[in-house]
């Protein structure tokens, strides 16, 4: 008999084994086997080390809950914070209303005035840069002339 342990009892090696412990897998008679939350054992030693071990993963799980609500609750003070800066900053713009105004409509101005000299001084380079049209044309025209 060579597979003796996988048929017979750990504790009778004349009883052949009904099941193996679900913990460390010995095979186990009728009368030794421990049965415990639907799966068999086979002492008491290996049934609480499994529902020890069941505790561990439900630990583990409860505290991935609990991580995955503490993000929630972290997310949730991210937009509170968000909010109150809105609020604040909308606070402030209401309370300040004047002077901000009067900041935005400066800057518009100078920034307009910057735009317009910036368009100018362009315009003015391109022209002193470029021959003019006029110039370029009085050539052709005269080129044109001189052949006929
Ligand atoms: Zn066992
Ligand atoms: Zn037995």
């Known amino acids: 008999m060579a597979k003796i342990s996988d048929s017979v009892c750990l504790n009778h ?6 099941t193996r412990c679900a913990t ?17 054992y086979c ?17 583990v799980m409860e505290s991935k809950k609990r991580a995955s609500s503490r993000n929630g609750i972290r997310t949730l003070i991210v ?7 809105a609020a604040a900053a909308w606070y402030f713009y209401s309370s300040n209303k004047d002077d901000v105004d009067k900041f935005v409509k400066k800057t518009e101005k100078e920034l307009g005035t ?6 100018a001084e362009t315009r003015k380079s391109i ?3 470029i021959p003019t ?4 044309k009085a ?6 002339n001189s052949g006929m």
């Open 127 to 129: 022209e002193q840069g």
């Open 24 to 40: 460390c897998g010995k095979p186990v008679c009728q009368i030794c086997v421990v049965r415990k939350n639907g799966s068999d």
């Open 43 to 59: 002492s008491q030693v290996c049934a609480a080390n499994a529902e020890k071990s069941a505790g561990r993963v439900n630990t």
């Open 133 to 136: 049209g006029s110039k370029y």
């Open 139 to 144: 050539n052709r025209e005269e080129t044109v």
């Open 79 to 85: 937009l509170i914070v968000l909010a109150a800066l």
């Open 13 to 18: 090696p004349d009883t052949p084994a009904v």
């Open 114 to 119: 910057k735009i317009r000299k910036n368009a």
